[in-house]
């Protein structure tokens, strides 16, 4: 598990202290942090839905769009955390061990 003092951790807590601030704890439920990590995805998938690949790829380029892709992304992070905290799995170490599982999986040319 990765300790207090890794970005992802402080970003973790950060998030935990936010929603126990507000009381929000009895409604972060796993499933109820998952359907809401679905909808804030979504919400980003609704800033590239009817765009060109070239469009796509030259959004985050325009000051406005750029901010939206910002702060979906932050909202998907958020939730994930919280997601993580409610389900006691270590972001870090569960992103490692996926990257292993397709390093085999895939493995390179």
Known sequence: MADATTP???LRANMRRFAAAR???PY???KNLTLCLASEV???CEIFRWL???ESAAAAG?????ERIADELAD????LFLLCEHTGIDLSDAVMAKTAKN???????
């Open 28 to 30: 972060h439920t796993p």
């Open 76 to 79: 998907i992070a958020n939730v």
């Open 52 to 54: 060109t690949p070239e």
């Open 8 to 10: 992802v951790a402080a």
């Open 42 to 44: 979504g919400e980003l």
């Open 23 to 25: 009381g929000w704890d």
């Open 62 to 66: 325009d000051p406005a769009t750029r």
């Open 103 to 109: 390093a085999i999986k895939y493995p390179a040319p």
